[in-house]
């Protein structure tokens, strides 16, 4: 069953807003905003550590940290820069440019057929909008009473109401373009809620004279049930929040694949035209949409014409409403049924009304079925928790269904329209202002802009496109390129290329500084700038709350000396909160462990038969007490300072897993050696973080959470035990297993596939005693060889993540090739390399791995899984033995 989502607006300009009734979400959904600007979302679970509004700003700048440089850059070139240039850490504090110029009347079109209830809401936000000049209209379609004439009359004396006796929702949009007193005409639906600054962001984009049609962004309303959670996961309504422009090429050669996706540039729910286009291309097609046989596609249509024709098609994310999507699964399976019929009946339109383009749409539509319908269908079998295969195959069924829906919605209207009910008509239809031909339709014009002048429209109508260079005060700071198909280009149009394109060169820093520093600034200062409150200014989470619980789990098997050094490492470690030790015993028939811990007072002993570290650890982890719990191994020595650096960044209630540095504590074998030229445990000086969104950044390569550390030297959230999508660790793999490792980077990526933080602290570090002989080395790399390719194909198995695949026959191969060839060259030019006969042991390893995961499968069957961990970590208080204070 999937959760519901709390849906939250987030104002970075603003103070932060605590967040509250979170109480049953599953996960949380924040629109963030800058200067009242949609730049983006984040979406994450919730836990049961809690969840505050600063912990949401510090994920929102460190996911979304690129658009809101790029708002930032946008309203800095708004006007002429100064010579000297626009400091990094002044950026966040430029001011944002108040929009000015006349205000054109809008006509907010609302179409509703029977939906007093929803029609409401919608109406209750478009009357709260404080654009000066808008006619709210609203459009009765065919209505079975009179409930929508009684609701306007008695609640909304400012809303204009008009009956069209015609069913079908293309008849009551075309009515409203015949009653429409404005220059523009905004369409939205009844199951919409406005934004207060919609109607303003349309303005806004019609200011450039070259844009026929806008529409905006769409986002849930709310995310309550399985079936909008479900829709939003489909793909919902949003189409991103970029600006972005579209005009067709009527002279060139471009294929209808290209344009013929409307769906892509909006939706009929945030569409708004000029009102004297639809005499020069025509009014909507009254044979599509809801109402119809077709069920949809009006929209889809009337874009493509606009596009079609020759005009300037303009998406425009501050233009923002908020749509209901359905609440029921019935319903939603019927809404993904329309959307296939209303499609196909669009492609069948166009296909009878543009001849010359036929042969397109046949390929578009037919490559359409393979790549949104069969292609997610086979996924949907592949990893089932993707989408429910039903729904695909309601679309996928109505898409052949309306294939011939077209032909008789056309019928039908065309007797509608001979009936003569008297309902107005549009005015005749104009001759298409469609551009003349050049003698070069591919020429490519060249101008120059200088940043720190004011930015003016480009008249280029003889181009197809256009280079600009940029200066900076006469200095060339890079180059811009815009498809213009021999139109103008507005100022606002040129800032958007220039701000998308150079980035933070427009700074006019040193040409010397790299992107990566420049970013790192940029970074800096945001946080500073969102939250200087709360954190230093390089953005850190203060320090974890020194009443918080820390669990050390040690779990050994048969090497008591090793132990003895790490408990003495524990027992030096400078903390004032609750510290317990717990050593697992993984072999207590020796007899061997027990003499140690009697050592050390206060160090809790507990015993797991069942050979291996996964087992022994879950043990550890189901005995432990602590709120966080760390990990690490008999044979590693952690300095006074380790655990208080290792879980510092839980303060972030996000952070689910953090991991340290591992360093070796000793080099003087040949064997030691060699490890760390494999790669050793360490994973750099630099903190890093890992969350959802890196998660889902390798689009065909194996998500690489080896990377992230090891745990040997990691501390988890007790509660991620608790998940259902997370749990222990798995007994199949791991040391002492016949997969021989693993376990810790299978644990981290269920961790992220969750949705949760993995940060990697390296100032947290701890010193390794690696394997001093050749043979304790050759079996550490053989079980890690095997234990890799274990884990790859958990994933596929367990996860259905076909990534795995391509890793497994692609990239690992391709890597021992490269590993071989390295050894031949080095060897011929008498440089040292990395020995043959290991590289040949770890691909005899690696093809061991599906032999030894199927063994381990068998050996955990025989033994049983750990129990789980039921407990919650804030049910510590009611223990009788209170949790001992074990560090310094």
């Known amino acids: 069953m999937i959760g519901r989502i709390k849906v939250v607006d987030v104002e970075l300009d603003a103070p932060p807003i605590p967040l509250e009734s979170l109480e049953g979400y599953g996960g949380l959904r924040a629109l963030v905003r800058l200067h009242g600007t949609p730049i983006g979302f984040v979406e994450l679970p919730l836990s049961d550590a809690g969840f505050t509004a600063e912990d949401l700003r510090r994920i929102i700048l460190r996911r979304l940290a690129e658009p809101i440089v790029r708002d930032h850059l946008r309203d800095m070139v708004e006007s002429p820069l100064p010579p000297d240039g626009v400091g990094v850490e002044e950026l966040p504090y430029v001011s944002h440019p108040v929009s000015g110029g006349e205000s054109p009347l809008i006509t907010a079109a609302v179409c509703t057929r029977d939906r007093p209830e929803d029609l409401k809401l919608c109406l209750d936000s478009l009357v709260r909008l404080d654009y000066p000049r808008l006619e709210i209209l609203v459009v009765d379609n065919a209505p079975k009473s009179d409930a929508t004439q009684r609701l306007i009359g008695d609640f909304y004396p400012r809303v204009r109401y008009v ?442 002993l507990v015993t797991e038969t069942r050979k291996g570290l996964s087992y022994a650890r879950n043990k550890g982890f189901t005995t432990s007490r602590g709120e966080i719990v760390v990990a690490t191994d008999d044979d590693v020595l952690a300095p006074p300072d380790w655990l208080e650096r290792l879980v510092a960044p839980f303060a972030r209630s996000d952070v689910m897993v953090v991991t340290g540095n591992t360093f070796p504590a000793d080099l003087e074998t040949a064997a030691q050696q060699r490890f760390e030229r494999y790669g050793g445990l360490g994973r750099g000086f630099v903190p890093r973080e890992a969350d959802i969104a890196w998660f889902k950044s390798f689009r065909r390569r194996a998500v690489p959470t080896w990377d992230l550390g090891a745990t040997a030297n990691a501390a988890f959230r007790a509660s991620a035990f608790a998940e259902p999508e997370i749990g222990l660790m798995d007994e199949v793999l791991g040391a002492g297993t016949p997969t021989g490792c693993s376990e810790d980077t299978d644990f981290f990526y269920k961790v992220l596939r969750a949705g949760y933080t993995i940060q990697y602290e390296p100032s947290a570090c701890v010193w390794h005693k690696h394997r001093r002989d050749e043979r304790a080395l050759r079996s550490q790399l053989y079980n890690y060889s095997k234990g890799h390719v274990a884990y790859h194909l958990m994933t596929l198995l367990r996860d259905r993540d076909p990534r795995a695949v391509w890793e497994l026959t692609f990239r690992l191969p391709r890597w021992h090739l490269k590993r071989i060839i390295s050894y031949a060259k080095r060897r011929l030019l008498g440089r040292s390399h990395y020995p043959l006969k290991l590289t040949l042991l770890e691909i005899g390893g690696n093809l061991a791995g599906p032999f030894c995961l199927w063994r381990s499968y068998r050996r955990v069957k025989r033994d049983g899984r750990s129990d789980p961990y039921v407990r919650s970590p804030r049910q510590d208080d009611s223990q009788d033995k209170p949790l001992s204070t074990y560090a310094r």
């Open 163 to 604: 009956c069209e006796p015609r069913p079908g929702l293309d008849w009551a949009r075309n009515r409203a373009i015949v009653e429409a007193r404005g220059e523009i005409i905004a369409y939205t639906d009844d199951d919409v809620i406005v934004d207060p600054g919609w109607a303003t962001a349309l303005a806004e984009a019609f200011r450039d004279p070259e844009v026929m049609a806008v529409t905006g962004l769409v986002v849930p309303y709310e995310l309550e049930t399985e079936a909008q959670v479900l829709f939003e996961r489909y793909g919902g309504f949003g189409r991103g929040y970029k600006r972005k422009y579209w005009r067709i090429d009527l002279e060139g050669c471009e294929r209808a694949l290209e344009y013929l996706g409307t769906g892509r540039h909006g939706t009929g729910a945030n569409m708004a035209y000029r009102c004297d286009l639809f005499q020069r291309i025509g009014a909507f097609d009254p044979a599509l949409d809801v109402g119809t046989v077709t069920n949809g596609g009006g929209d889809l249509e009337m874009l493509f014409r606009v596009l079609k024709e020759g005009y300037l098609l303009a998406y425009e994310p501050a233009a923002l409403v908020r749509h209901r999507h359905r609440r029921e699964y019935a319903q939603l399976r019927t809404q993904l049924t329309n959307n296939g019929i209303g499609f196909y009946s669009y492609l069948v339109r166009t296909a009878m009304k543009y001849p010359d383009i036929r042969g397109g749409i046949l390929r578009f539509g037919m490559w359409w079925i393979w790549w949104w319908n069969l292609r997610r269908l086979v996924k949907s079998f592949i990893r089932p928790s993707l989408f429910p295969h039903d729904l695909i195959w309601a679309e996928l069924r109505g898409s052949f269904v309306g294939l011939g829906r077209y032909s008789k919605a056309r019928r039908r209207a065309a007797q509608i329209s001979s009936y003569g009910d008297g309902a107005p008509t549009l005015p005749s239809k104009l001759a298409p202002s469609k551009k003349t031909a050049t003698e070069n339709g591919t020429s490519v014009g060249v101008r120059m802009v200088d940043l720190c002048q004011p930015l003016r429209v480009l008249d280029v109508a003889a181009n197809a496109a256009v280079r600009i260079f940029v200066t900076f005060d006469g200095r060339p700071i890079g180059s811009v390129t815009i498809t213009n198909r021999h139109q103008p280009v507005s100022a606002a149009r040129l800032r958007e290329a220039i701000v998308d394109d150079l980035g933070l060169r427009l700074l006019g820093q040193d040409p010397k500084l790299s992107t990566d520093a420049l970013q790192e600034s940029a970074r800096v200062a945001l946080h500073r700038r969102y939250l200087a409150e709360t954190d230093g200014a390089d953005g850190r989470s203060a320090r974890l709350d020194d009443e918080i619980p820390v669990s050390v789990i040690v779990a050994t098997y048969d090497r008591p000396d090793d132990l003895r050094y790490c408990l003495r490492h524990l027992s030096a470690q400078e903390s004032a909160r609750p510290v317990e030790v717990v050593v697992v015993d993984n072999h207590p028939a020796s007899g061997l462990t027990p003499p140690v811990i009697a050592e050390f007072p206060g160090v809790v």
